[in-house]
């Protein structure tokens, strides 16, 4: 049976690494016959300078017929002016996000022993790292009403955004977190500021509430500020961190540096059924775009999440996570992963060398 996938190339870097994707994914469709349907639409600034608005309906109709949904990256300062809610990341991305309920959001940060040298941290502290981040992805400060900038009665400017979590919200992602913990380490740390904000009191209570149905998982709870701190002094500690919208965003991007580059960290963002939209977690990048030095790898590895969590293809999503590993060992590097000794490639260059891999 065909399977659906869209792909969203959005902004800056986003074509550039779209177009790397596009050739893995009809290279491995056509060499294992996947019968894989492969569409394009537009979001983000691409979008409303198209069709006027971020996230057309042409856009949200194709997102909902679609088995799974491949995006690359929205925003730019091109937009940056406009209304919040018209801009590329509110008005496209969070917008995605909310209508196709894709509240889980997994990243995970994974240093290749071959980039151990593009880590900020020392060798020793990094080897081996691989931690799960389990990010809330439609809750929370980033969704919560009212938000707004208002003009006070004194004439003063406020900015306000409403940080809230009911307890359904945090059970659904509790569930993820702990099943996922279950399948690897068994060590799960949630992360809050339950010493002064009460929606993160709450959010421990029902973690707690939680744990005694995973009896086998090891919970325990950190606040946010120290979380930022142990990740950067002993990162191997964590298995698992579960955590809420824009903690889980924060803290995320400093993983991400852990492992060398965030052009390197894939992220899945899955709704009750499974069903998912796959992304780099990393920005458009507007500083590189349009130079092709862009690294694509974040883009490639997402789609072999998609191929193994949403179509039910691992045996493909290995063999592209293990052509992945195949240019690193060749020493093949873009320019945010390039060390001394190895060989600096372009966007398009890196991704044919997967493709090549994939053909060996
Ligand atoms: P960013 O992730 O775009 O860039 C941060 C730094 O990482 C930059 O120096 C950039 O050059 C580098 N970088 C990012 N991806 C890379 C890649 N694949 N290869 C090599 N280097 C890479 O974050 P930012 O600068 O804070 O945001 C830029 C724009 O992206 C903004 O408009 C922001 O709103 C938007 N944004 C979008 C998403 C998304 O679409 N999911 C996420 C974050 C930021």
Redesign the pocket.
Known sequence: MSKKVLILP?????PE?STEVDKVLALVNQQYSLGLELDHALV?GAAIDAAGSAFPEQTWQKCQSADAIL???????K??SLPPKE???IG??LQIRSRLELFGNLRPAILYPQLAAASSLKPELVSGLDILIVRELTGGIYFGQPRGIRVKEDGTREGYNTYVYDENEIRRIGKVAFETAMKRNKKLCSVDKANVLEVTMLWREIMDEMSSDYPEVELSHMYVDNAAMQLIRAPKQFDVIVTGNMFG?ILS?AAAMLTG????LPSASLDINGKGMY??????????AGQG???????ILSASMMLRHSLGMQDVADKIEQAVESVLDQGLR????YSEGTTKVS?SEMGDAVVAALQA
């Open positions: 959005g902004d800056g870097i986003g690494i983000g995006l690359a990256c929205v925003g730019g300062p937009w940056d801009r590329p990341e496209g991305l965003d991007d580059s965030i052009g390197m992304e780099p977690c990393h920005g458009s990048a507007p500083d590189i030095i862009a690294n694509p790898l974040a883009m873009t320019a945010d992963i966007t």
